[in-house]
């Protein structure tokens, strides 16, 4: 395995071999057999028009042979940051048939998270896209362009090298062993700068099966993809990669914008999408007055806390079904079932995606609780990671479960109920802001003398952000906004809110109180 990532015990992974959770499968291959036996069928449809599994599967070819020209070798890092568009998926299949590992940065990073993402990973290759809603991203190119050996730009590359134009005849290249990390995803759940997530072709491939599984996800089907691709959500539940494993076609929508969203799935007869919260309650109050009908379309919502009022008038007001999700990047997936009742789907988060996945519910000092109880979620499984690349910190118990900081119950029948979190990231409706990570972007400001993040509840978001600030010179919010924007922070980490105080209240412990200060707001 890659160094610096954490391998499964040897005796963990002959298990999940032998009962056929690791098939053996690489990502890699996803189109190989419906390009050789349907090549006309649609793969992809996206805003250039519809791309067949033929063509999907040869430009794939073509690219990975192009990247070996440019001298690209297993186990080399590639930055991705593309958004919903073919280039997507076919710079995925080339980097995962070369062996080179693409880094998945969402399409909002700036120059902080791709500049750290470049130098964390060593990598040697930044891959992105001329603009995209109203950024230019060969700006942020330019930033790490000494960082890294080159820049491939879909679209007009300006000064670097068209992502089109690495093209080559199509070479014999090796394998790679399903065991080797496949691709990176950024972690959502941790705070300070983002974690570096290795997953395999085995463990990925054994979620993209069971979760196609799990929302009967066949051929016939058409998933559209409203998140950014990079996002695991998305990218693989089954998402954008499942879809292709499935000989289904992905729909890419540039954005979930209610106008642009509703004209493709009716246009393309969608019949699955993965949403977070605050996008079903803007669906719900638009789908009457714009005449859209959802109701042939499963909605997989997740990615924060779904409110069961809005869970239940989806299946009355847009007559969809509803799936809830609680995933994260680093594998744990619990779903509720599409023939489970109404109300379950409204409070809880349903049963763990796979068999063998081992869920443990502990108090702080990592006793098991009685069951009913709250207490932090901790998963192990064919599907989860072991350890974040270079550095894991506690965020695995020594027997190798995962300590996921999030705080749940479960119910009689063993089903999950998100309650709260452990560690300190807000969650803007599914945009994870870790506090620390903008803390101390704040503390960089010549004129904050103390910040502290917290969450306040939002009517539409679920959380936003707040940052309380002790000043030590004259500055407003918006000049603090404007220094955090000159960081390169992306544009969903920036407060939604700056509160000046001239002193941050202490837990007997000396730890600033954010509690305290969330509730001195009611008081101003
Ligand atoms: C998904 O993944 P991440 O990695 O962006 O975020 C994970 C965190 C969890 O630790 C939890 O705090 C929160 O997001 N979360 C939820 C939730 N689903 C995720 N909190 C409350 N209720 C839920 N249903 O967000 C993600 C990945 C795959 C599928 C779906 C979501």
């Not at 190798?400 to 089903?415: I, K, M, N, S, W």
Request: with cysteine.
């Amino acid at each position: 395995m890659l160094s610096g990532c954490t391998p499964w015990p040897d005796e963990t992974a002959g298990r999940y071999r032998r009962l056929g959770y690791w098939s053996g499968e690489v990502l890699g291959d996803l189109t190989r057999d419906v390009a050789r036996l349907d090549g006309e069928r649609i793969a992809v449809v996206d805003g250039a028009g519809r791309h067949t599994y033929a063509d999907v599967d040869r430009r794939a070819d073509r690219l990975a042979a192009g990247l070996h020209g440019l001298g690209l070798r297993p186990g080399d890092r590639a930055v991705v940051q593309l958004p919903n568009q073919v280039e997507f998926v076919t710079t995925c299949l080339a980097l995962f048939r070369l062996g080179v590992i693409p880094v998945l940065a969402l399409p909002a990073h700036r120059g902080r998270e791709i500049g750290y993402l470049c130098r964390h990973t060593g990598a040697a290759l930044y891959i992105t896209r001329e603009r995209y809603q109203g950024f230019d991203h060969r700006e942020l190119a330019r930033q790490v362009a000494d960082e890294v050996a080159h820049v491939l730009v879909a679209g007009d590359p300006g000064p670097f090298r068209s992502l089109a134009g690495v093209d080559a005849d199509p070479l014999p290249l090796d394998r790679p062993a399903s065991s080797e990390v496949a691709f990176f995803l950024l972690s959502g759940g941790t705070s300070g700068v983002p974690k570096l997530i290795p997953r395999t072709h085995d463990d990925y491939a054994c979620q993209l099966r069971r979760t196609a599984e799990a929302v009967g996800f066949g051929p016939g089907d058409v998933y559209l993809a409203a998140l950014p691709a990079a996002h695991n959500a998305a990218l693989g539940c089954p998402g954008v990669l499942g879809t292709l494993r499935a000989g289904g076609t992905v729909v890419m929508a540039g954005t979930p914008a209610p106008d642009e969203v509703f004209a493709l799935i009716a246009r393309e007869r969608a019949t699955l999408t993965t949403v977070m919260p605050p996008i079903v309650g803007l669906w719900l109050d638009l789908a009457g007055p714009l005449g859209a009908d959802l109701s042939r379309m499963t909605l997989q919502v997740g990615g924060a806390r779904l409110s069961p009022d809005t869970a239940r008038r989806v299946r009355g007001e847009l007559g969809s079904p509803l799936t809830h999700w609680f995933g994260m990047a680093e594998g744990p997936l619990f779903h509720t079932r599409l023939d489970d009742p109404d109300e379950v789907a409204a409070t809880t988060q349903g049963w763990p995606l796979h068999p063998d996945d081992e869920v443990r519910v502990v108090d702080v000092d990592g006793r098991d609780v009685a069951r009913g109880d709250e207490g932090e979620l901790l998963v192990r499984g064919p599907c989860t990671i072991r350890g974040y690349y270079r550095g894991s910190g506690d965020s695995f118990t020594p027997d190798g479960f995962l300590r996921t900081g999030d705080l749940v119950r479960l119910t009689a029948e063993d089903r999950l109920v998100v309650t709260g979190r452990r560690t300190e990231v807000v969650n803007r409706g599914g945009e994870k802001v870790p506090a620390g990570e903008l803390e101390d972007q704040l503390l960089g400001h010549p004129d904050v003398r103390e910040a502290a993040v917290a969450a306040l509840p939002d009517p539409v978001l679920g959380e936003k952000t707040c940052a309380f600030v002790v000043a030590g010179g004259p500055v407003s919010p918006e000049a603090l906004i404007g220094y955090l924007r000159g960081c390169g922070l992306a544009e969903f980490k920036l407060p939604d809110r700056v509160v000046f105080r001239p002193v941050l209240p202490r837990t007997p412990i000396g730890k600033i109180d954010k509690r305290a200060l969330v509730a001195s707001l009611g008081a101003d």
